[in-house]
């Protein structure tokens, strides 16, 4: 389901040179739960950004589904994305403007759904996380688990076949954490691919593989 | 979607208050004096009462005579017995009025003095224009050939001189300039900045002092034909310039040694332009200097509005990394803020109408034009919500385009 060859990522600025992920290969199968953990800075979440399609290699071959990534423009890997990838970031990324069902819509948004089907679908989505009853609030208004369960509705809202969790448990305790662990394990069970960032080894052990980094190079 | 773009511009108005209030009063102070300019514009170069066949009238109202050197020239309006020879022969329109330019003259009501703003016209006037009558009847082919003292006055001199309100004036007597006339009709007036309609008081043209019979090609008459319909214009621009062209080289002579004749038969606005521009490159000129001017008044608050636009839009790039990141192409983005931009405008939009509304109240009531009847009509409006979507679109699309062109990596980081 996604495959990395030989990637790379370096950052330059006008006079340094940093190599962020240095000769990644790594393949996910279909359905599998991966975790990745590695010290802070050794280029978790860019792998997982480049995985996700949010950044660029600097080198190297992505697949996602069989098809090759790494050179589509804007205009080719924006359905991509909408169709394709699910994502849970570590603070949310809830829009505090928007109430809850407006933020799970967002990604039906770029779709050719008609309003009712969004509303339908968004509905579906909170209920699965066990949020119908908080629709009409808006996300200042959640606590913290609250508040990444609606960024998982979010991400599922869609139906993507990958979701990309970038330390989902990271801002909870471990009460919300596990609840959250619960969620995407009964995700996974219902066949999605998840790649999840984490740092706590007990919520690592949870997924069926694990991915070491070290200083930008896979470990393990 | 666009529930959804319009829903974020409206939190994001509602959460800064200030900001909020910097960018409406720019751009409803901005199109308000838009608004209320073309509202005068319109009122200036429009069809409205009483000259509501503006449209399909033509103006004859600027002779000009010259050398071939143009080293000397004498321009003016034309003669009566110039315009009753090639205007009022014309075949093609439906009719032609020759009418006064305005002159001046004085009456007293018991010893205090009334200027008057006096025009002699023929009695086709009345049918060529679209006079409200409150009272009486405009003057006929009858009263002018026999010279009749008749006069058609306006309301508001009828208020001014006759004491008994309420009361008709119809057949009773007003003396201007010592020489008693007979009151046969009330109209409404019309407003100052409609000069070849404004007056007090309308004679028959063989009323005395009227100069009708002046022998010259200048004068202090101009003439207004009324075409059948709009289509017909050009035939009746055709057929005038070719009896200018029929006048023979002695007449144009005359007692100066002029030999161009120029006299056209022009539609309200070119004549109008006319009198400013008449070379090809002065109209060039004014065009562009009118353009620029517009350009800068919309241009410059606009480059205001991006900027607080642009801070306001860097507030968001979370936002923009999140839509980005669920698939949202960059060209949605743009739109999303355009159209967030638009949505903006077009709240400072309906706040500018209501104050045009207040502003050209006030310039009706104010008695600062005589008879003024500013309006917002349809067209204005057109023109106004024009120019609101072209406000929004040009300080939206900048920002718009920068934010849209953000790395989601960046974006998210906020």
Same mark, same amino acid.
């Given at each position: 389901?996604?495959?990395?060859?030989?990637?790379?990522?370096?950052?330059?600025?006008?006079?340094?040179?940093?190599?962020?992920?240095?000769?990644?290969?790594?393949?996910?199968?279909?359905?599998?739960?991966?975790?990745?953990?590695?010290?802070?800075?050794?280029?978790?979440?860019?792998?997982?950004?480049?995985?996700?399609?949010?950044?660029?290699?600097?080198?190297?071959?992505?697949?996602?589904?069989?098809?090759?990534?790494?050179?589509?423009?804007?205009?080719?890997?924006? *359905?991509?994305?909408?169709?394709?990838?699910?994502?849970?970031?570590?603070?949310?990324?809830?829009?505090?403007?928007?109430?809850?069902?407006?933020?799970?819509?967002?990604?039906?948004?770029?779709?050719?759904?008609?309003?009712?089907?969004?509303?339908?679908?968004?509905?579906?989505?909170?209920?699965?996380?066990?949020?119908?009853?908080?629709?009409?609030?808006? *996300?200042?208004?959640?606590?913290?688990?609250?508040?990444?369960?609606?960024?998982?509705?979010?991400?599922?809202?869609?139906? *993507?076949?990958?979701?990309?969790?970038?330390?989902?448990?990271?801002?909870?305790?471990?009460?919300?954490?596990?609840?959250?662990?619960?969620?995407?394990?009964?995700?996974?069970?219902?066949?999605?691919?998840?790649?999840?960032?984490?740092?706590?080894?007990?919520?690592?052990?949870?997924?069926?593989?694990?991915?070491?980094?070290?200083?930008?190079?896979?470990?393990? | 979607?666009?529930?959804?773009?319009?829903?974020?511009?409206?939190?994001?108005?509602?959460?800064?208050?200030?900001?909020?209030?910097?960018?409406?009063?720019?751009?409803?102070?901005?199109?308000?004096?838009?608004?209320?300019?073309?509202?005068?514009?319109?009122?200036?170069?429009?069809?409205?009462?009483?000259?509501?066949?503006?449209?399909?009238?033509?103006?004859?109202?600027?002779?000009? &005579?010259?050398?071939?050197?143009?080293?000397?020239?004498?321009?003016?309006?034309?003669?009566?017995?110039?315009?009753?020879?090639?205007?009022?022969?014309?075949?093609?329109?439906?009719?032609?009025?020759?009418?006064?330019?305005?002159?001046?003259?004085?009456?007293?009501?018991?010893?205090?003095?009334?200027?008057?703003?006096?025009?002699?016209?023929?009695?086709?006037?009345?049918?060529?224009?679209?006079?409200?009558?409150?009272?009486?009847?405009?003057?006929?082919?009858?009263?002018?050939?026999?010279?009749?003292? @008749? @006069?058609?006055?306006?309301?508001?001199?009828?208020?001014?001189?006759?004491?008994?309100?309420?009361?008709?004036?119809?057949?009773?007597?007003?003396?201007?300039?010592?020489?008693?006339?007979?009151?046969?009709?009330?109209?409404?007036?019309?407003?100052?900045?409609?000069?070849?309609?404004?007056?007090?008081?309308?004679?028959?043209?063989?009323?005395?002092?009227?100069?009708?019979?002046?022998?010259?090609?200048?004068?202090?008459?101009?003439?207004?034909?009324?075409?059948?319909?709009?289509?017909?214009?050009?035939?009746?621009?055709?057929?005038?310039?070719?009896?200018?062209?029929?006048?023979?080289?002695?007449?144009?002579?005359?007692?100066?040694?002029?030999?161009?004749?120029?006299?056209?038969?022009?539609?309200?606005?070119?004549?109008?332009?006319?009198?400013?521009?008449?070379?090809?490159?002065?109209?060039?000129?004014?065009?562009?200097?009118?353009?620029?001017?517009?350009?800068?008044?919309?241009?410059?608050?606009?480059?205001?509005?991006?900027?607080?636009?642009?801070?306001?839009? &860097?507030?968001?790039?979370?936002?923009?990394?999140?839509?980005?990141?669920?698939?949202?192409?960059?060209?949605?983005?743009?739109?999303?803020?355009?159209?967030?931009?638009?949505?903006?405008?077009?709240?400072?939009?309906?706040?500018?109408?209501?104050?045009?509304?207040?502003?050209?109240?006030?310039?009706?009531?104010?008695?600062?034009?005589?008879?003024?009847?500013?309006?917002?009509?349809?067209?204005?409006?057109?023109?106004?919500?024009?120019?609101?979507?072209?406000?929004?679109? &040009?300080?939206?699309?900048?920002?718009?385009?920068?934010?849209?062109? &953000?790395?989601? @990596?960046?974006?998210?980081?906020?």
């Amino acid at each position: 389901m996604i495959k990395l060859q030989n990637v790379e990522k370096v950052y330059r600025t006008s006079s340094i040179e940093t190599l962020a992920l240095n000769n990644i290969n790594l393949d996910v199968k279909k359905g599998e739960f991966v975790s990745i953990m590695g010290p802070s800075g050794c280029g978790k979440s860019t792998l997982l950004n480049i995985i996700g399609l949010l950044d660029a290699p600097s080198k190297g071959i992505i697949e996602i589904d069989g098809r090759k990534v790494e050179r589509f423009n804007d205009k080719e890997i924006a *359905p991509l994305r909408n169709k394709m990838l699910g994502f849970i970031f570590q603070s949310f990324h809830l829009i505090n403007d928007l109430s809850v069902i407006d933020n799970v819509e967002i990604p039906l948004l770029y779709r050719s759904n008609n309003a009712k089907q969004r509303r339908e679908l968004a509905e579906e989505a909170l209920e699965k996380v066990g949020l119908a009853n908080r629709m009409k609030h808006f *996300p200042k208004q959640l606590s913290g688990g609250q508040k990444q369960r609606v960024a998982i509705a979010r991400a599922i809202v869609g139906k *993507p076949e990958i979701i990309l969790a970038d330390e989902p448990t990271g801002n909870l305790d471990s009460a919300m954490g596990n609840e959250i662990i619960n969620i995407l394990q009964s995700l996974n069970e219902n066949g999605a691919t998840i790649v999840m960032v984490t740092h706590d080894d007990a919520m690592a052990k949870r997924t069926h593989r694990l991915i070491r980094l070290f200083d930008g190079t896979q470990v393990l | 979607m666009l529930s959804n773009y319009i829903k974020i511009a409206w939190k994001v108005l509602l959460r800064h208050p200030f900001y909020t209030f910097i960018t409406l009063f720019g751009i409803s102070l901005t199109l308000t004096v838009l608004m209320v300019l073309t509202s005068f514009l319109d009122h200036l170069f429009g069809a409205h009462y009483p000259e509501n066949n503006r449209d399909r009238s033509l103006y004859i109202a600027t002779m000009m &005579l010259t050398d071939s050197a143009e080293t000397s020239m004498s321009t003016g309006p034309a003669s009566f017995r110039f315009l009753s020879r090639y205007a009022k022969s014309l075949k093609t329109p439906e009719n032609v009025t020759i009418i006064s330019n305005f002159s001046f003259s004085n009456t007293y009501i018991n010893g205090k003095k009334i200027k008057l703003n006096t025009k002699y016209t023929d009695a086709a006037f009345w049918h060529v224009m679209g006079f409200e009558f409150l009272e009486g009847k405009p003057y006929n082919e009858q009263h002018t050939k026999s010279g009749e003292h @008749v @006069v058609v006055i306006t309301d508001d001199l009828r208020n001014q001189y006759f004491e008994k309100k309420g009361q008709t004036v119809i057949g009773q007597n007003i003396e201007i300039e010592g020489i008693d006339y007979k009151v046969i009709g009330i109209v409404k007036g019309s407003p100052a900045t409609r000069l070849y309609t404004y007056s007090d008081v309308y004679f028959p043209y063989t009323a005395p002092k009227s100069n009708y019979e002046n022998k010259g090609m200048q004068g202090s008459y101009i003439a207004i034909a009324l075409a059948k319909d709009q289509t017909d214009i050009p035939a009746i621009q055709s057929e005038f310039d070719s009896g200018i062209k029929s006048i023979p080289m002695s007449e144009i002579r005359g007692e100066r040694k002029f030999n161009i004749l120029i006299i056209k038969a022009e539609e309200y606005f070119d004549h109008f332009l006319n009198t400013f521009a008449r070379r090809d490159q002065d109209k060039l000129m004014l065009y562009s200097m009118t353009a620029l001017v517009i350009l800068m008044f919309i241009g410059l608050p606009a480059i205001n509005l991006v900027n607080v636009n642009v801070s306001r839009i &860097l507030e968001r790039a979370s936002e923009i990394g999140v839509r980005k990141a669920f698939g949202a192409p960059s060209k949605a983005l743009l739109w999303q803020f355009i159209i967030e931009n638009i949505f903006i405008t077009c709240i400072g939009g309906v706040l500018a109408l209501g104050l045009s509304y207040l502003i050209i109240y006030l310039i009706n009531s104010s008695g600062w034009i005589p008879y003024a009847d500013l309006t917002i009509n349809f067209a204005v409006f057109l023109i106004s919500v024009g120019v609101c979507l072209m406000f929004g679109f &040009l300080s939206g699309v900048l920002p718009a385009f920068r934010m849209s062109r &953000l790395k989601i @990596v960046d974006a998210l980081k906020g």
